[in-house]
Every structure is written in structure tokens, then in C-alpha cells.
């Protein structure tokens, strides 16, 4: 069964279900910053997952990059499956701007994640959800 | 017509041709590092490509995945395409291990690179082939 890795429960906010993942919102106001993860039990690699759920997965990276670029007009998206830490199958769609804390650098560890207020959390949800559906 | 962006050829030796991609090794043995760059002119987000394209890139993360795993079972593939410093549209994929200079960080900016020494590449490459064809 499913169930989504406490550590990426504790650091983001669901946003909506595709048909494949979950869709988060890291709670770091510092990037516009979305996670998919495929709801699929014990899925670590993107080879894990059978061949339609890794063109799935292609498909939702590209449905999350078209709505950001539609919200945010970012420079550039940044597409990352890592999970070094957390191994569970998760991937990284971040919109970057070329004044944003890391530029041009990768995101993970540059600056500390800033919470978003309970104000801004609610505007950015409602921007995103607008676009991601 | 698709061209080569100067920095990558500058950083990468060529491994072989895939349907979409041309498959380099980047020249740091501090980690197995491929990059993945899909042979389209003016290709710079994932969603640039046409959707055959974007699921044959999938297909060929996946072989490359594999065939890393095949090689040198690492702990985990890191893939991710940034591009922030070269636009053109690239994918690394990375066999980390959990003894290397970076882990549990991403790779990028962790230690400078450290490039082959031509025995060393010859065998990497020898390797590689093997198993990416």
C-alpha cells in the first residue's frame, strides 16, 4: 500500500492527485517548489516503476512544468529525482529565476527553507491549483 | 540542426548514440556521470520536446538507469535536468554510492572535478559500453 514517506509529509503541503502522483508544495517560500510522488508502494528508482508509470511520471513532470511556467513565467524548470535522503520516489519540479537565493546553483542546501505565512501559503496554493488542476 | 553546446563537449567525452540522445560521460571520476542530450535544435526545457520525444527521453533515462546499475550497483541514480549554466537541454544521470565525495548531497558544486586519466577513461568507457551499447 502507499503511503507517503513521513519526512516529505513533514516538509510539504499537498496540493492535488494526478493520475499517477501526488502532488506537494514544498513548504520553503524561497522557491516556487513542487514534488510528485507516484503513488506506488516501495517504488525507489524510476526503473521501478513498470514502463506506462514511467511514461506517466513524464507526462505529470511536463503537465507541472507547463503550469508553472503558465503561473510564474520562471526563467528555467529544474526536473530532479534524488532521494539520497529520503528514498522513497519523489521528483523535484522548481521553478528558478535568475534573482532567486541559489542562482544558477542547484536549490538543495544553499540557503534554509523559509516557511511560508499561513497568508501566503493560502495565495500560492490557490495560484498553483488554478494551473496544476 | 541539432549542435553540441560548447561547454558540454568541453566537459564530456562521447560514449554512444541512442534514438534520441547523444550519451556522454563527463570527464570527473569522482562519480560514474552521464549526461543525456536529446539531438534537437533549440531544445531547452523538457517540454520543449514533442511528446514522442519526451517519452522516448524517459526510455532512454531508464537504459541509462539500468545499464549503471548493471555496471557498478550504486546505492542510488540521481537524475535531474538543471541547466542553469548551459541552457541546451541535458540530463545527468549519476550512480552515487554512500562512500562518495558528495553523498548525501547532490554532486554539483560538492568537490571540484577531477578529470580521468587516459587509462582510467579507457576503462571507464570499455566498461560502460558494455552495458549502454
Given at each position: 500500500m502507499f503511503e507517503l514517506h513521513q519526512r516529505i509529509a513533514a516538509d510539504t503541503v499537498p496540493v492535488t492527485e494526478w493520475?499517477?502522483?501526488r502532488v506537494l508544495?514544498?513548504?520553503d517560500s524561497t522557491y516556487p517548489w513542487l514534488l510528485l510522488v507516484p503513488r506506488r508502494?516501495?517504488?525507489?528508482?524510476?526503473?521501478d516503476l513498470d514502463p506506462?508509470?514511467?511514461h506517466a511520471l513524464l507526462?505529470?513532470?511536463a503537465r507541472a512544468s507547463t503550469a508553472l511556467?503558465?503561473?510564474l513565467a520562471p526563467h528555467r524548470i529544474n526536473v530532479a529525482a534524488l532521494g539520497n535522503v529520503v528514498a522513497q520516489l519523489h521528483v523535484h519540479v522548481i521553478a528558478r529565476d535568475t534573482d532567486d537565493a541559489a542562482w544558477p546553483k542547484p536549490v538543495w542546501g544553499a540557503v534554509p527553507a523559509t516557511p511560508y505565512t499561513p497568508e501566503a501559503l493560502e495565495?500560492?496554493?490557490?495560484?498553483l491549483r488554478a494551473v496544476l488542476g
Amino acid at each position: 500500500m502507499f503511503e507517503l514517506h513521513q519526512r516529505i509529509a513533514a516538509d510539504t503541503v499537498p496540493v492535488t492527485e494526478w493520475p499517477l502522483c501526488r502532488v506537494l508544495l514544498m513548504n520553503d517560500s524561497t522557491y516556487p517548489w513542487l514534488l510528485l510522488v507516484p503513488r506506488r508502494a516501495g517504488v525507489v528508482e524510476i526503473t521501478d516503476l513498470d514502463p506506462a508509470d514511467q511514461h506517466a511520471l513524464l507526462d505529470e513532470i511536463a503537465r507541472a512544468s507547463t503550469a508553472l511556467r503558465q503561473a510564474l513565467a520562471p526563467h528555467r524548470i529544474n526536473v530532479a529525482a534524488l532521494g539520497n535522503v529520503v528514498a522513497q520516489l519523489h521528483v523535484h519540479v522548481i521553478a528558478r529565476d535568475t534573482d532567486d537565493a541559489a542562482w544558477p546553483k542547484p536549490v538543495w542546501g544553499a540557503v534554509p527553507a523559509t516557511p511560508y505565512t499561513p497568508e501566503a501559503l493560502e495565495t500560492r496554493l490557490a495560484q498553483l491549483r488554478a494551473v496544476l488542476g
